[in-house]
């Protein structure tokens, strides 16, 4: 298997909702990655986990809370966002430095 | 930190012809650069990769060259089709024991038939 899925693929919520993203791959990567994409820019390192504990937190907002269960799964719990939240959310694993890094199809969520 | 800079932002070609894209990154740690291929609507994929201890790679009809002293690298398209139209991102990385990708801004390829 040489994919990364994500679900759900599109998202609405209000601002005061609770939601969560998921990520999953088989492919024995020990690196997986959260970025956000907003239209026509480059995606966005928000978080990276490596051996399934938290190596990099870029300055994300505490309403965005990411969650590794296991070393092929990755989860993005979300709460209290605001409307500039809204993006293409990207999940992506690779094996390391130096080795190539593949991503999910996304989720696209919108935030009322 | 790292920062890599794209050119052109937006690259519009007749079908057949070449199309060039070119990125300068800043760190001379980075080691690794990769480019990706994102359609409308899609995922980001893997197009072409090349590391520092090799100054050319190609793939059919895709190149990449790395110059390490100048700090820059290049996207070669030969042969475009139309649907190669897309927007491309380069990035670069470097041995941390974890990959962090730093994202060029893109460029928007347009191959008309």
């Known amino acids: 298997d040489t994919e990364v899925t994500q679900t759900p693929k599109h998202l609405v919520m209000g601002m005061t909702n609770k939601k969560s993203l998921k990520c999953e791959q088989h492919m024995g990567h020990r690196a997986m990655y959260w970025y956000k994409q907003k239209a026509k820019k480059p995606p966005e390192l928000m978080f990276v986990y490596s051996y399934e504990k938290l190596s990099i937190n870029e300055s994300v907002p505490s309403r965005f809370s990411p969650e590794c269960p296991n070393s092929s799964l990755l989860n993005l719990h979300l709460h209290a966002l605001q409307p500039e939240d809204s993006a293409l959310y990207l999940c992506a694993s690779g094996s390391g430095a130096g080795e190539t890094q593949y991503f999910g199809p996304g989720t696209r969520l919108l935030v009322l | 930190g790292e920062n890599v800079e794209q050119h052109p932002s937006t690259l519009s070609v007749q079908e057949g012809d070449s199309a060039v894209i070119k990125c300068t990154y800043s760190?001379?740690?980075?080691?690794?650069f990769p480019w990706y291929k994102q359609e409308l609507g899609k995922r980001p994929q893997l197009i072409i990769d090349i590391r520092s201890n090799v100054g050319e790679k190609k793939d059919q009809r895709i190149a990449v060259t790395l110059n390490k002293t100048a700090k820059h690298f290049s996207l070669h398209i030969t042969e475009t089709q139309p649907e190669d139209s897309a927007v491309y991102f380069c990035?670069?990385?470097?041995?941390?024991?974890?990959?962090?990708?730093?994202f060029g801004t893109g460029t928007r390829l347009l191959v008309s038939p």
């Open positions: 990035a670069a990385s470097w041995d941390t024991g974890f990959q962090k990708l730093v």
């Open positions: 760190d001379s740690a980075s080691n690794y």
